[in-house]
Each structure stands twice: as C-alpha cells, then as structure tokens.
C-alpha cells in the first residue's frame, strides 16, 4: 500500500528541485509546455525533451513511482497517432507541401514520408510534456506551492483548496481501492470481460460510496478548520513559505531563455511554427 | 476554585432547523475555571451538540434555534463568532485523521497561527515549543500517513494548545484510539490540566476509561437533558448509568454480580481508590461458585492459514510465517495495534492480495485459485463504515446487489433477500430508503447485503467503531445470532469488551507475527501480549488483586463465563 499511496503525489526527497520554490516551478513549467505546445520544431521539441529527462533524473524521481503514468500516456499516444493518421493520413502534405510516397496501404490511402514526419513530431510534442507534468508534480509540496501563488496574489482561499486537495488525494486514492477491492467481492466485475455499458454501470457502484465517505470527511475537515480559524482574516501567512532565492530565479531564467530561444527559431529559422526538412 | 463560572448554560435549548424536536432541553449548568467534567450520555443524547454550542459550530456550521442563554467567560456567546469563541475555548475533535489539515505536523500545529498572520520565524519557534509539550517535537516534517493514530492526535491537540486557550473540549477522545494510545491520551490531557490549570471538558461513553485518571464532576445527558451531575463515585454506584444505557465499568459489574451492594462510601469511581475491605469474601465465594465452561472446541476446521508471508513493497513483511486453525461455528477476534498486518490478513482470506509464501484453506481445500468474486461466496467481509459499501439508494436493491451482479433470477432474488431482511431485522423496512437508517442499521444492511451470498464464514472489520452500549448491544447480540445459526465469525478489532463477552478465542498480530492465540481472559491479562498489542490489562484483573483471588486469569474467564451464562 505504501508504495502505491506514493504514485502521482509529491514525495519528500532532498534534490536540487525539490529545493526550487513551487512558485518557481509552476512557472518554469508553464514556459517549458508552452515551447513544445507552441513549436513544431522537432529539433527543439527533442531538445526540450533531453532537458526535462535530465531534469528528472536530477530530481531522483525513481522510475517505478512514474511507470504506471508513462505507460498510460503511451498507450495514449499511439491510439492518438493511429487514429489521427485515418482521420487525416494527408495532413503532413497540406503543411509541407510536398509529397514523398512510401508505400500503399490500403486502397487510395498512402503512407508519406510528410505524414510520418509530421506525426513523428507531433507524438514528442504531447510526449515531451510528461515528464515536465511528473516533475513539477513530484517534487512540489503542495502547501509551500500554495503559500507561493498566495504570494503573487492568488486569493488564499483558492491557493489553499488547492494544497487540501493534494492533502487528501492519497486518503481518497486509498478510499477508492478498498471500496473497489469490497464491491468486487460482492460481485463485480471490473475487468476486460464486462460489457462497456455494464463497467460503466460498475464504475457507479464505487464513486457512489466513494462521494458519500467523501462527503462525510469534508463535513469534518472544514469543521476543523473553521474551529482553528481559518479565513478569519483577508491575509493569513504560511508556515511553509519560501521566499524566492537566486536559484529559483536562475531557473526561471533558463525557462525564459529556452522559451524565447525557441521563439527565436520559429521566427528567424523556420518562419513559421514548422520545421520543413522537405524544402 | 474561583466563584465566577468560566462557562454558564441557563434555561438553555437548541433545536436544529433540519430536526422536529429540539435536541437540548432547559440545560442548566456551570462550569468553573480549572474544573475537570466528563459529559457522558448514549449516541443521539445531544452531548455532541451540547459541544458544538461551546466551540461555536452551533450556530457557525450547523444553523438552529437558541433559547435561553449561554456564557463563556461572562460574555453571551451569540454575541461573539467562531473566531472570538476559538479564542476561549480549544476543540479536539474526534477523528484525529480527518481534522489533521496540514501536510506535515509542524504545517498542522501552525494552521491557527497562520491564520492569525502570525510572523513566519515567530511562528516557527512557537510551534517548536508546542510540539514539545506534547512530544512532537521530532515529528515536525512527518506526514500524517507516517504517524500513529496516537501520534496525530497529540498533534491535533498542539494546534490547539498553540492558542493558549483556557478551555480545551475533547470530543470523543478515544474513538479511533486503541486500549494503550488511549490510556495514554487520558494520561496526557491529565497532565496538561494538571500543569496548565485550564478547564478541561471531554465528551465521551466510554466511560471507565476516561475514569482511568480523575475527574472532578461527570454530566449525564440523556434525550437532551442533564439528568445527572456528581462525581465518579456518585454516579458508578447509582442506578443512573443502567437506566442511560452506558456502560459501567467492568470491575463494578463483576461486583454487582456478587451481590455487592456498591456504594460511594467505597470509591468505586476508579478502580485505583477502591476500597474492597469487607466484600472481599463476597467476592471470592461468587468467583468460586461458577462453573467453568468448555472451551473445547472440535468442529471439523473451516479456514486455516498455513505459513502465511505477505509484503507490499518486497522488502518489508506485512504478514510474518502466520498460522491458525479456525473450526466451523467459532467467533474469533484478531487484534493488534495499527499496522500490526490485522487488515492485510483479512485481504488475503477475500483474495484482494495474494499470498508470498503459505496456503489458505478452507475445509481443508488450498482455495489459491479462487477469484475474490468466488471466494465472495464462502468468505464475506463487512467494511467498517456502511458508508464506503453502500451504493444504491433502496435497501432492498442494496442488499440485493450481489445476487444481481451473479445473474440469479429476480424471482429467488426478492425470496433471498427477504429471508436476510428477516434474519436481520430489516423486514419491516424492505422498501425504506437508506437514507433514513440510523447508522447502526445502516451497519445491518452491509451485513445482510454480504449474508444474501450465504457466506460460511463472516469477517468484520470494527463492528462496533464508535457505537454506544446500547447499539454495541444490538450489532453483538445480532451477530451471536447469526454465529448461532452456522456461520463462522471473524472480528478485527481494537475493543476489549468486544473480546472479554464475545470471542471466546483471540488471534493477536503484532509487526506481522501472531503473538497470541488463545482465550481472550489470558491475553488481557498477560502482561507481555497487552504491552506488544497495544491493549490495556482489564480492570477485572486488578479487581481481582484486590480480592486477593490468585488466579487472576482465571477470574477474568469466570466472569466471561458467567456472563455467558446470563446470557443464555
């Protein structure tokens, strides 16, 4: 259970980015996303990718706390690429304006090297994404996280919802499996073999329990707060508070960097979002 | 003691706005600076809400209306909020997990200062300072999931003690703790009164265990009104608590068994300043005159774990070489402290984890290949809160949900889970929503929706967490019923009454090892199980000493067995 518990919520290790303010890596990780999101370039795309790899081993993210994640978002991914590919197989041509066949596939439907690339770079767009997503949420306590959005005027209340939600993440998580594990044993089937209509059916028979335990425990938790005086003034101040050092705004500096460097390449090199290595 | 009353109810009354009828009636009470009181009364009394009027949830959180008129301090609290109330008077609340906000201890304790804009660095020292006081102060960076349940409520106590508040109100302090964390929550809010001299109320029904350290005055409260007001001594020899439906402490039972007539000129507040010179001999000839019973038991086996290891991770063993035989017809009680591997065991007998190393059988049959739907069917389990299985609105179609979800036509459906809604006493409320169940029938239709499987053996996991005598009373007599009729029972359980009246025999788990395997009587009075198990020694035992009986052991199981007897 404990190493379950883990998945997807910050988990308390001494690393050089565990160290950054969670201000600073929201903020990083809003430029970063923003340059794969915005560039086509497949070049800047691999670039940012090695970056955020290596960023994650320096944040020593064990593999096997993310493994269950990345195989979701591949999965993920092809289905995407597949589906895409059928829905649009001559998109690649439409943005490069060239056409290289590689084959036939079926019919008039060709398989061309302009797709391929296309889709090529597009699966490290979305994919590049991941590991900046795991890093910014593994390595970030919630509640510093939120003293620092309070910190740049982000309504408190807000900021703290938010740091209670990732407080109470791991107890609902654990709510969830013992509720499925229970209902299982009365019978219900939640693997591959039930029908879609019925596994839907299923799924209603755990969140149901799931939202009424749920509800009980938000009636309790927002008594203790009130008792504790919570929102009893229009300020309030964080034990966890970080104030911003030079290496948060090293970092910060770096992402804007990054972020305008690949701007740069968009406007100067490529003219334009794309990358065309057909021309 | 000083004469102003530091809290003063006159002609007091509540009505809740969702409710009929008001829930506090004409409460006329004070409460002087550095008292010690204990408010008892059953489940649904309105000592809960008696509490919420002090810390100011009524009106804050919960709206209804007031008559009558209560100060705190001398200042009529509908005058002051929450806020300025937090200020006065520090709430510990029940559950220790749930009101735990902070991400860490320190996080935790500072939430009141943070909220009062306390100075970052200001705020640090003071919560170092606090956290010492309650022996947290190596914790401050731990997560709740790393804590104890004593741990995080000592916790929870310091985020209240942060405020230098002259009233602390503890709300069912013992609910989630088991025997020894409890002890020793009673020990510590003690000494805080005892160092700090702030008025101290604790809400409670187990009463004989908050008696464990003294108080100055218990509070019955009974339907919404104060029907008693006296000390320990007072009340315990009285009629009040049988005519409440709280428990009375054990050892007074066994008294009153002997035909002692109880009175409060011997002390019998507390078992410590009981003075037994005279019933001695009272004692010892009721003790020799029972019968012993036959604890024999040679049923054929029904389940059966056979060096059974278990680990999440690899690494750590939850479960360590585990083996027991438990025969057709038995009820069972597995104890140990937290993480003492109780729940792990029972995932693995439902098939939610599979075995390392061992076999389970039952009636002698490896049964590794079976899936948990399968397995559903001789083995049931019961989940603590109804809460986290209840999952459709008609009691009816909850109980019937397993039948349904194993395609058994709708006709035998209606006939199965009838007979259950009769065993259970849920007949006449076959076409009830759930939502307008008590909790503890709530709890009754969890039980029935596993009995419609007709399982053979039944494994509960607390079935008695925060219930009242009176409604214990009914969930143990319900399940001796069904035990009666065949099935064998499995209780997970913190409760040592639970153990001492109705499992006769005691599995006890501590770091994944069984301990102990034998009758409930020895394992609460062997000093080495009751230390590793995180359970308190009976006071029937001490009870015992006093009446200069040897074996105390032996009394233990005597008055197990003539309770039984009574019983029957």
Known sequence: MNSKMKLFSYNQVDSPIHRLSGLTKLICFLLLTSTVMYSYDIRV?????????????????????????????????????????????????????????????????????????YQFTKFFKYASVVPLGIIFLLTTNPSEFASSLNGVKVNFKAAYAFA???????????????????????GLDLSHKAKPMDRFKYALLIIIPLIFSTLDRIEMISNAMDLRGFAKSHTRTWYTYRKLQRRDYAAILVSILLFLAALGVSAFINHGRFYNPFI | MNDQAIIEFQDFSFQYFSQADPTLYDINLKIHPGEKILIVGPSGSGKSTLGRCLNGLIPFSYKGVITGSLKINGIETTSLDIFNLSKLIGTVLQ?????????????????????????????????????????????????????????????????????D???????????????????????????????????????????EDVLHRDIDRVIVIKEGRIIADMDAHELVSSRILKVTGIREPLYVTAMKYAGIHVTSKMLPGHITSLKLEGSRNALRAWYKAITPDDHHNTNPSILRMKNISFSYDGIQKVLDDINFNIREGEMVSIIGKNGAGKSTLSKLLCGFEKEDQGTIHYKEKDIKGMTIKERAETIGLVMQNPNQMISKPMIFDEVALGLRLRNVPEDEISHRVEMVLKTCGLAPFKDWPISALSYGQKKRVTIASILVLDPKILILDEPTAGQDFRHYTEIMKFLL??????????????????????????????????????????????????????????????????????????????????????RN
């Open chain 2, 165 to 207: 508040v002259p009233i602390l109100l503890f709300d069912e302090p013992l609910a989630n703790l088991d025997p020894a964390t409890g002890k020793t929550a009673i020990e510590i809010i003690d000494d805080i009164h005892n160092n700090s001299g702030k008025t101290i109320i604790i809400i409670e029904h187990r009463l």
């Open chain 2, 481 to 566: 019923e069904i035990n009666k009729r065949g099935v064998t029972i499995i209780l997970i359980t913190h409760d040592m009454h639970l153990m001492l009246e109705y499992t006769p025999r005691s599995i006890v788990l501590s770091g994944g090892r069984k301990i102990a395997d034998t009758l409930a009587s020895v394992v609460l009075t062997d000093s080495h199980v009751i230390a590793e198990a995180n359970l308190k020694e009976t006071s029937l035992f001490k009870l015992a000493q006093l009446a200069g009986i040897e074996d105390g052991t032996n009394f233990v199981q005597r008055f197990i067995d003539y309770e039984k007897g009574m």
């Open chain 1, 45 to 117: 795309i691999l670039l940012i990718m090695l970056f955020s790899l290596l960023i994650l081993k320096v944040s020593r993210i064990k593999f096997s706390q993310i493994r269950l994640m990345i195989i979701y978002v591949l999965i993920f991914l092809f289905t995407n690429a597949v589906i895409s590919f059928f829905f649009s197989p001559e998109q690649g041509v439409e943005i490069y304006k060239t056409r290289h066949v590689i084959g036939n596939l079926y019919g008039s439907l060709k398989l061309t090297w302009e797709q391929l690339f």
């Open chain 1, 164 to 186: 209670l939600t990732l407080r109470y993440f791991p107890d609902i998580q654990r709510n969830y499996h013992d509720i499925s594990q229970a209902q299982q044993a009365r």
């Open chain 2, 95 to 163: 559950d220790s997990d749930g009101q735990f906000v902070g991400l860490t201890v320190g996080e935790d304790i500072a939430f009141a200062l943070e909220n009062d804009n306390v100075a970052h660095a200001e705020m640090h020292t003071r919560v170092k300072e606090v956290a010492r006081m309650v022996d947290m102060h190596n914790w401050l960076s731990s997560s709740p999931f790393e804590l104890s349940g004593g741990q995080k409520q000592r916790t929870s106590l310091a985020g209240v003690l942060i405020d």
